[in-house]
């Protein structure tokens, strides 16, 4: 039944507001809400049955926190099937709480895994513009670089190196944006190595393990469960 299944979906979307660990599922799902099959009816099933598994799980803002954002990126380059574009998933955390996440299509194709991860930097980048700005006009001031944590080398070269070259035609706009951040000392891009990048839960299927490590890093934990 299609009805139930967008009723389902929704539900699950509006969870996603305060459950970064549900992105990349509900992301996947809403895909086929025009004509859902029976293998998405048991996919969203599966979403559910981890929800009962976990209904204490959520996102703890700790009263000391030193206030400093922390960007995270990465991109999942050609991972749609159907139409071979790329998926965006990147996560800002505030201390050590996550305030802002999302899992995303890119919209257009891209024609190689650096270009990729890059749109998805840029995308970072104004988020972490707009909520910079935020924090500034509640007096929370951010004089230092905010570090930008990203696993592509080849994406890191494009952002530090001066001189645009054919592999950034397609990008320009994020180039320049990007670069214009670094310039003025308001973005530090960081490497991170692959199996260390926390944004792996915004862009793919993981394991139970190493998605559970994850979700400690990110700050998210069991308030139901005793301490």
């Given at each position: ?15 996603c507001f305060t459950r970064p660990d549900l992105a990349y599922s509900v992301q996947a799902l ?91 930097m840029a995308k970072t980048t104004r988020e972490l513009k707009w909520i910079k700005d935020i ?93």
């Open positions: 039944d299609p009805a139930t299944y967008r009723r389902l979906v929704g539900r699950l979307i509006y969870l809403s895909q086929f809400m025009q004509n859902p099959r029976s293998e998405h009816w048991q996919a969203a099933l599966r979403v559910v049955r981890y929800l009962k598994g976990h209904p204490g799980q959520g996102i703890l803002l700790p009263r000391e926190n030193n206030l400093q954002l922390f960007g995270w990126c990465d991109s999942d380059w050609a991972s749609c099937p159907l139409t071979r574009k790329s998926l965006t998933g990147w996560f800002i955390q505030l201390g050590t709480s996550p305030i802002s996440w999302k899992t995303q299509k890119q919209q257009t194709v891209s024609a190689s895994s650096a270009e990729a991860e890059y749109r998805s924090l500034a006009s509640l007096h929370v001031p951010h004089p230092d670089p905010i570090r930008l944590y990203c696993d592509s080398q080849a994406a890191l070269h494009i952002a530090k190196n001066p001189v645009f070259h054919e592999r950034t035609k397609h990008i320009e706009v994020d180039c320049h944006l990007v670069r214009d951040e670094i310039i003025h000392k308001r973005l530090l891009p960081s490497y991170v190595p692959t199996h260390t990048q926390l944004a792996d839960l915004f862009t793919k299927a993981l394991g139970a393990k190493k998605f559970g490590a994850i979700l400690v890093k990110l700050g998210i934990q069991d308030l139901h469960a005793p301490t």
